[in-house]
């Protein structure tokens, strides 16, 4: 089983900075395809940005348009993480950020295509 645990939410200013991390149990972290995605109450869960797998040492990354140029999704495979680096922030941001995990390489924005996703951490961007 895959288990992701995210941390690194909280309460910040319009402009500021958060980073996001999500911890990957299991062995095949660097085989797997990471995403973020971010979901407010009473709407559907949302694509953020994603980082896909295409050999042991390659990966691809693809974000949203509403986050292109200030959120910035990357790994350490030593330690089984992925990050979302997240800049310039506005309220518009704020909501529940969730990681997860899918195997292969196509590229997707679904939140029907992951099959493992962490528990997720709020971020509040106050105005």
């Known amino acids: 089983q895959v288990q992701l645990v995210e941390s690194g939410g909280g309460l910040v200013q319009s402009g500021g900075s958060l980073r996001l991390s999500c911890v990957a149990s299991g062995r095949t972290f660097s085989r797997s395809s990471m995403g973020w995605f971010r979901q407010v109450p009473g709407k559907e869960r949302e694509f953020v940005a994603e980082i896909s797998w295409i050999a042991d040492i390659r990966y691809l990354t693809d974000y949203a348009d509403s986050v292109k140029g200030r959120f910035t999704i990357s790994r350490n495979n030593a330690k089984n993480t992925v990050y979302l680096q997240m800049n310039s922030l506005t309220p518009e941001d704020t909501a529940v950020y969730y990681c997860?995990?899918?195997?292969?390489?196509?590229?997707?924005?679904?939140?029907?295509?992951?099959?493992?996703w962490g528990q997720g951490t709020q971020v509040t961007v106050s105005s």
């Open positions: 997860a995990a899918r195997a292969g390489s196509q590229r997707t924005t679904r939140p029907d295509d992951y099959g493992y």
